[in-house]
Every structure is written in structure tokens, then in C-alpha cells.
């Protein structure tokens, strides 16, 4: 099952355009959103991350989004630089059973090209 | 701080050996985490330590699958025995506490390769 999807396996934009990278849920227990940037033969690092209490959050060039009623969120990166190239990954977490768990995406790979 | 310290950073081993993933967290952390990174399934929690305790292990495939914390500095991954489906990059996180929407951070990963 699931829970997490990240439909487009990988997106390619110019430099100074803006990058979207979504995210769909299933979970509606899910109530905070982190995203994570990977590069190659490195591990992920936290990137930015939103409450479901709320539907925006910015930072610098990077905005999530969060819709909870449609179960969506995403990743605005503007304007896109060459560095921005790596994967991201979407990652939910919510209380299970007095345990909480941290639910990955199968990421996106981002290329930004000069 | 070096941040968290994984090793071996690739192995390959044959079917049925036993292997062992070290992972050094970051000073200070209370919360470990081990995954998992295969092109079918993504990135998937196995275990997560919070004071070297334990609590919850039920993303462990199978019983050959285990892994341990014996101090706030150290931890294990252990495969015994071994299989190709195993093969995978094992990655080892820590975060400076229990909640999960702490961020974490992540080791560069051990490549396992069992041929």
C-alpha cells in the first residue's frame, strides 16, 4: 500500500524557470510534511517542511504547498538554479498505534540545465 | 561535528554470509534511524532507536534482518544471512530527538551488493 506517491519519477527545467514537484497522500492522519533533497552517493538532507495547520510555507527559493482536502502537496522552486539538480523526496509523518512513522516518497529526480 | 558516520561505505558479499552496517550518529542526537533504498520500494524506515531503546522495529523485512544500539554513539545492522534481494544503499539517520518530524540527518549510506 502506497501511502506516499510521487507520480513524475523525474522533471527537467531550464535555470531561472520555475521546478513543481508534487506529492499525493493517502493517509489522512499524515500531519506534518517534510521534504528531502538527495544527491548522488550522498544521503538526504531536510530541505523544508509544513504543518497541516498550514497550507503555505516559504523559504528563500523554495515554497511548499499543502492541500489537505485533495490530499496534495508541492514544491516550488523559483527561480531553478543548476544546483537544485537531485532528487527529492516527499515524506509525511503522523501518530500510529503511539508510535509515529515517517512515510518516504520514491522521489523525484530534478535536473535544472544552463 | 563530522556528522553521522556510516561504514562500510560499499560491500559486496556472497549469498548467505553475514553482514554488518555500522553507523556512528551524531554527537548529542537521541534518535537513530536505519532505511532502506531500492529502486521498487523507494526509501523505507527498517528501525528507529530513541535513547538507544528500540521503538519501532516493524519495517524489518524478516528475522535475518537486526539491529542493535548498545551505546548513545554506536549502532548495527546485521544480515545474516545474506541475500541478493537484500542489495540495496542502507542508510543511517540521527535527529536531535524523538519526533519524527525533527529533521534528520542522514549518513552517505552503505552500497550492499550480495551476489
Known amino acids: 500500500d502506497q501511502q506516499v506517491k510521487q507520480n513524475s519519477p523525474s522533471l527537467s527545467v531550464q535555470e531561472g524557470r520555475i521546478s513543481i514537484l508534487n506529492c499525493d497522500y493517502t493517509n489522512s492522519m499524515f500531519d506534518y510534511f517534510l521534504w528531502y533533497k538527495k544527491y548522488p552517493a550522498e544521503g538526504p538532507t531536510f530541505l523544508i517542511s509544513?504543518?497541516?495547520?498550514?497550507d503555505k510555507n516559504e523559504d528563500g527559493r523554495f515554497t511548499v504547498f499543502l492541500n489537505k482536502s485533495a490530499k496534495h502537496l508541492s514544491l516550488h522552486i523559483v527561480p531553478s538554479q543548476p544546483g537544485d539538480s537531485a532528487v527529492y523526496f516527499c515524506a509525511p509523518t503522523h501518530n500510529q498505534g503511539g508510535s509515529e512513522k515517517l512515510v518516504f516518497g520514491k522521489g523525484t529526480k530534478l535536473t535544472v540545465n544552463p | 561535528d563530522a556528522g553521522v558516520i556510516q561504514s562500510p561505505r560499499h560491500e559486496v558479499t556472497e549469498m548467505g554470509q553475514e553482514v554488518t552496517l555500522r553507523c556512528k550518529p551524531i554527537s548529542g542526537h537521541n534518535s537513530l534511524f536505519w532505511y532502506r533504498q531500492t529502486m521498487m520500494r523507494g526509501l523505507e524506515l527498517l528501525i528507529y532507536f530513541n535513547n538507544n531503546v528500540p521503538i519501532d522495529d516493524s519495517g524489518m523485512p524478516e528475522d535475518r534482518f537486526s539491529a542493535k544500539m548498545p551505546n548513545a554513539s554506536f549502532s548495527t545492522l546485521k544480515i545474516q544471512p545474506s541475500e541478493p534481494r537484500d542489495s540495496a544503499v542502507y542508510f543511517c539517520?540521527?535527529?536531535?530527538?524523538?519526533?519524527?518530524?525533527?529533521?534528520?540527518?542522514f549518513g552517505p549510506g552503505t552500497r550492499l551488493t550480495v551476489l
Open positions: 539517520a540521527s535527529s536531535p530527538t524523538g519526533d519524527l518530524a525533527d529533521t534528520q540527518y
Open positions: 509544513i504543518s497541516s495547520i498550514k
